[in-house]
């Protein structure tokens, strides 16, 4: 990979680390928002599926088959919002994040079972890596209980994401980026408004209605941030192998602990989860991950 493409690859991760400390900021500012930050960003995707459609409006044309399978992949993309938001609200945003690295693994394993990428012993050391690396965020920073939890519910989201990228590289390369795009971001609105059905749900909205004020902004800036690193995300993963694209995103644990580290110097007190003690832990078990990550990179 040339220089350009590496950089183009840190992009995505970059501005996923911006988007997980805004929801941690605003899961923290607001209890009992993980209903209204989870309906918010469903509904916001008819924005850039509106645009897309505007700009390409032969996204329409494709195939039935293929629209159902970006009805399954937004269904995984709800899920994987509403796991990922409740273990952020629960945890600390590098901890959170640093499961996220189980992604690769999950990538592989599907990459293997659905696109025939390949693999060998090396790749499965770097899984043990990964695992390894993961599990010893248990004991480090929370309670082990609380931890357990967080573990649980970022292994769901992971597997939910090494499986959305599968199902997206899979259309983009047979319909187009934008087609995956536009499709992936109309499905989830779809499900936004299918959750409109329930009485919660409802109630969270008109919460929000009620007194907009920094929610629907910050929701901007966030699904604004959110949608550009979709573009460059989808845009590699048409250009390099499932494992070797989700390689990049163990970046992604990095940017998140550096701003957490900045906004802890910067704001003493906020950023509660990260002293001396953990922030050495963490380190380690993201190194040791991203070790595995690498090897599991290197079955080509």
Request: glycine share 8%; aromatic share 14%; hydrophobic share 55%.
């Amino acid at each position: 990979m040339d220089a350009l493409m590496i950089l183009g690859a840190l992009v995505a991760p970059l501005l996923y680390a911006f988007t997980n400390h805004i929801d941690n900021f605003m899961l923290s500012k607001h209890e009992g928002s993980v209903l209204t930050w989870w309906i918010i960003s469903l509904l916001v995707s008819a924005v850039p599926a509106a645009v897309i459609w505007v700009c390409v409006p032969t996204v329409l044309d494709m195939p039935w088959a293929h629209i159902g399978v970006m009805f399954v992949n937004g269904l995984l993309n709800t899920t994987l919002l509403w796991l990922y938001l409740t273990a952020m609200d629960e945890d600390e945003p590098t901890a959170t994040i640093t499961f996220y690295q189980l992604v690769p693994f999950f990538g592989l394993v599907l990459g293997y079972v659905f696109l025939s990428e390949t693999f060998g012993w090396v790749e499965l050391a770097g899984g043990a890596l990964v695992i390894a690396g993961t599990a010893g965020m248990v004991v480090s920073g929370s309670s082990f209980a609380l931890r357990l939890r967080t573990i649980m519910l970022m292994s769901a989201a992971s597997f939910c994401w090494a499986g959305e990228t599968t199902i997206t590289k899979w259309i983009a390369l047979e319909e187009g980026l934008w087609e995956a795009l536009f499709w992936e971001n109309l499905a989830m609105f779809c499900y936004g408004l299918l959750a409109l059905l329930l009485p919660a749900v409802r109630q969270s909205v008109k919460q929000v209605l009620d007194q907009p004020g920094s929610i629907l902004t910050w929701s901007g800036v966030n699904e604004g941030i959110y949608i550009v690193g979709n573009v460059f995300a989808t845009l590699m993963v048409t250009l390099v192998p499932v494992a070797m694209n989700l390689l990049f995103n163990t970046f992604q644990t990095f940017f998140v602990l550096g701003i957490g580290l900045a906004i802890a110097y910067f704001k003493p007190g906020y950023e509660t989860g990260l002293n001396k003690e953990t922030v050495w832990k963490y380190i380690a078990c993201i190194m040791i991950t991203a070790v595995g990550v690498y090897l599991i990179g290197e079955w080509e």
